[in-house]
Nanobody
Framework: QVQLVESGGGLVQAGAARRLSCAASARIFSSVAMGWFRQAPGKEREFVAAMSGNRISYADSVKGRFTISRDNAKNTVYLQMNSLKPEDTAVYYC????????????????WGQGTQVTVSS
């Protein structure tokens, strides 16, 4: 059983940056897949970014603005969000799975409870 706890959300102005953290209760090996998803009000949850080993992928909507990274020593995954836009407003979730899954939610085994990011215009 792995517990994931997201943090770093809050209210930010458009154009600002924010870094989300996802702390895992167990060791995260570099080969394990980590993903970030988000869900805006009234919308379905959508893929944001994922990484496994040296493989990284982003949704087109965040490519060039968001960066996913991990610190295995701290069992933590990060999502650096730059140039935030109002449309980035959502609850952000991290998830982990046994292998590369990118945007396939059913392949992620454990999910965090989410952290709210609100971007004001």
């Amino acid at each position: 059983q792995v517990q994931l706890v997201e943090s770093g959300g809050g209210l930010v102005q458009a154009g600002a940056a924010r870094r989300l953290s996802c702390a895992a209760s167990a060791r995260i090996f570099s080969s394990v897949a980590m993903g970030w998803f988000r869900q805006a009000p009234g919308k379905e949850r959508e893929f944001v970014a994922a990484m496994s080993g040296n493989r990284i992928s982003y949704a087109d909507s965040v490519k060039g603005r968001f960066t996913i990274s991990r610190d295995n020593a701290k069992n933590t995954v990060y999502l650096q969000m730059n140039s935030l836009k109002p449309e980035d407003t959502a609850v952000y979730y991290c998830a982990t799975g046994p292998s590369w899954a990118r945007d396939k939610e059913t392949s992620y085994t454990y999910w965090g409870q989410g952290t709210q990011v609100t971007v004001s215009s």
